[in-house]
């Protein structure tokens, strides 16, 4: 009796510990959007530097060193100033489906509601090379008799080749340098012309056609160049002035989108 009341215990007490630890989870679930100085990943006694697109998981602890900005799969925004701590999971625009910032549109030089944006935030975050469709072409189209040996006859394929099938593409693939890319989030250079900003409380991040981003500093005169999206955080105030010299105030909260 003595014997099955010790065991009922240490199965309570596993079943305890088991309730109060969080799964550890592989699945990223955010992004590091853009970072004015560096954020820290914690690594066991150790603290290393996220790259600016890279992917984040929910157990991963970071530590901001300046102002930066974290886009979750969801579509929520979470900003970082210098101090704050945060795990990535824990974040309550973790749990949102949908954007948190009111979406904006500079259309002939005015700031206009907008409808919220579609975008497959997850994809930002992934760097693909992808195969060319001319290596994806076929050699020559099949006759009616090739079509049904290829598709309707035991190793048919392999019928109307050269030998046994291969895997990967039936054609060499040009080296990695040639491949088409496709684009995902990375520091950059926003280019030149364009309006021109000025924050003037806070910062803003800004975000180019090639997903170039960078954040804008108080009192520094920063030419937009290739600018299709502005993040003006709540609390945040930014003028934008074009070529003729006019002067618009955008305040935060903003996701403000040129195109």
Not at 164 to 185: D, N, T, Y
Request: charged fraction near 25%.
């Amino acid at each position: 009796m003595a014997q099955r009341l010790v065991e009922c215990l240490l199965v309570a007490v596993a079943l305890g510990f088991a309730s109060g630890c969080k799964e550890r989870s592989d699945k990223p679930i955010a992004g590091l959007l853009a970072a004015g100085a560096p954020v820290m990943r914690t690594e066991g006694k150790e603290q290393r530097p996220v790259a600016v697109g890279a992917q984040l998981l929910a157990h991963e602890q970071l530590t901001a060193t300046g102002p930066a900005v974290l886009e979750y799969f969801g579509g929520g925004l979470r900003f970082l100033e210098e101090g704050d701590t945060l795990e990535v999971g824990d974040a309550d625009e973790a749990k949102l489906h949908g954007v948190n910032l009111p979406s904006r549109r500079w259309e002939e030089g005015e700031v206009q509601e907008a409808p919220p944006p579609l975008r497959i935030v997850a994809a930002r975050y992934t760097q693909v090379q992808v195969t060319p469709a001319s290596a994806q072409a076929q050699q020559g189209t099949y006759s009616n008799a090739e079509y049904l040996v290829a598709f309707f006859t035991p190793n048919g394929i392999q019928k109307l080749g050269s030998g046994s099938a291969q895997e990967g593409p039936r054609q060499p693939l040009p080296p990695p340098p040639l491949r088409p890319k496709v684009p995902f989030i990375h520091a950059g250079e926003l280019g030149e012309g364009g309006l021109v900003a000025t924050v003037e409380d806070g910062f803003v991040v800004a975000e180019t056609d090639d997903l170039a981003t960078a954040v804008l500093l108080e009192d520094r005169e920063v030419p937009l160049g290739r600018t299709v999206r502005l993040l003006v955080p709540d609390g945040a105030e930014v003028v934008l002035r074009s070529v003729t010299g006019r002067e618009i105030e955008v305040e935060g909260p903003a996701d403000l989108s040129f195109r």
